[in-house]
């Protein structure tokens, strides 16, 4: 509704106020033959034009990211980037998760003796933000959390995890391969 009455009171105007001015530009140009009035017309429909490029720049830049569901599966490991030192580093060799096809989540935790314990729970997945999935818990984990938070960089290119743990505070997963 909102930008209905913007586009009538606002929009609709200045386009016709600027063609009426195109029109009388060049009518005083065909009577004069003054390359001015040519350069008027130039320098408005340049300034229009890289305007709408602006804007329809802007406007691809924020627009929302068709995220689906073959986004997210795949691996995911501890990103050390966020807070780089050695706990990150020990979180990364003790903790990842894949995302299946299958509607899983399987969480790897490493152990001392070089082993792997698996907790495997199910996903109920759900496209709106900012949770695009919550995890059905079966096996308790301190890192595992129902909803997990998504977040994506600016490109939509790349995005993470966030689990909060019991034990660590806030994990930052980021996908490492998979679909």
């Not at 009455?5 to 009518?27: E, H, N």
């Not at 695009?132 to 600016?154: A, G, M, N, Y």
Request: glycine fraction near 4%.
């Amino acid at each position: 509704m909102l930008a209905g009455v913007f586009f009538i009171l606002i929009i609709l105007p200045a386009v016709v106020s600027i063609l009426i001015y195109s029109v009388y530009q060049l009518i005083k140009y065909f009577t004069s033959r003054n390359k001015n009035h040519l350069q008027k017309l130039a320098i408005l429909w340049c300034t229009l034009l890289v305007l709408f490029l602006v804007l329809f720049t802007y406007a691809q830049i924020n627009a929302p990211v068709a995220f689906t569901k073959e986004h997210v599966i795949g691996s995911y490991q501890i990103d050390t980037s966020f807070y780089p030192g050695k706990n990150s580093e020990w979180q990364k060799k003790h903790f990842r998760f894949e995302i299946t096809q299958n509607d899983e989540i399987i969480l790897f935790e490493r152990l001392k003796d070089g082993s792997e314990l698996k907790y495997v729970n199910k996903i109920k997945w759900n496209m709106g933000p900012p949770f695009k999935w919550s995890i059905l818990i079966k096996e308790q984990h301190h890192i595992l959390d129902s909803r997990p938070t998504l977040f994506r960089s600016i490109n939509n290119k790349k995005f993470y995890y966030v689990f909060k743990s019991q034990n660590f505070g806030n994990m930052f997963f980021r996908k490492v391969k998979g679909s």
